[in-house]
């Protein structure tokens, strides 16, 4: 089992590690930094460095319990000590978008009683969909990121706990994802806390604060059915 560092600290950009397996592209270590394709959101790239070598991270994955990087020359590396290196750029868009993501949850479900049923976090982009609300006019959609925007700008801490899968089914008039979407394997919910507004089952990496996702924007709104609400995002 890979110990997955980002968990505790979203902003570690570089890493030591042990690599225990290669099979072709694909190279196990015993910890790591790199957030494998998840949840909705994307993994991380990269580079691997060893013996004064750097490889490029392109892929990340889940595999049986396992985080399995997808390593260019991977057949060049051994067993043994190597340094991680995030791509940071890449990974903070994906951290402010998916910290948005939890602060237009806070609001559907403020303004509506709407729950996420499933998302799409990019770098540049993401999309969110909602259950339980109707088609939004134009002017309630910008009622809607208007609001959005205003929790942004108050700045709220982002914060990180762990419950049992059966306290966080009782928290439901804080958690704004559905629990019932999670596998059944799920025994221990990482909730990530922003401030006083939300609360959500997620394994993500995200912001330290709600500034730093800047003025966010609904790009675009579609309607995929009677309990699938999308809403299309960026950050600007």
């Known amino acids: 089992m890979t110990q997955r560092l980002y968990l505790a600290d979203s902003y570690l950009t570089e890493f030591e590690g042990t690599i225990e397996a290669i099979s072709g592209e694909k190279v ?5 930094a790199f957030y494998p394709t998840g949840g909705g959101q994307q993994h991380d790239e990269g580079t691997l460095q060893q013996n004064g070598r750097s490889f490029h991270v392109y892929d990340v994955r889940q595999e049986k319990g396992k985080v399995v990087h997808y390593v260019k020359n991977a057949e060049e590396l051994e067993r043994g000590p190597v340094t991680g290196r995030i791509d940071w750029d890449r990974r903070y868009g994906l951290m402010r978008h998916h910290t948005l993501l939890h602060v237009i949850g806070s609001v559907i479900y403020d303004l509506y009683g709407g729950l996420c049923t499933g998302n799409k976090i990019y770098p540049d982009r993401a999309r969110i969909d909602f259950n339980h609300i109707d088609d939004p006019s134009e002017s309630e959609i910008e009622s809607i990121m208007q609001e959005t925007n205003r929790r942004i700008q108050q700045n709220h801490p982002v914060r990180y706990e762990e419950v049992s899968r059966e306290e966080a089914e009782t928290q439901s008039d804080y958690i704004k994802t559905a629990i019932n979407l999670l596998p059944p394997s799920v025994k221990k919910v990482r909730l990530v806390v922003i401030g006083s507004i939300d609360t959500q089952a ?13 003025t966010a924007e609904c790009v675009k709104f579609v309607s995929k059915g009677k309990n699938n609400k999308r809403f299309e995002l960026k950050t600007l």
């Open 202 to 214: 997620c394994g993500g990496t995200h912001v330290r604060q709600t500034s730093e996702i800047g």
């Open 28 to 32: 196990v270590l015993n910890q790591t």
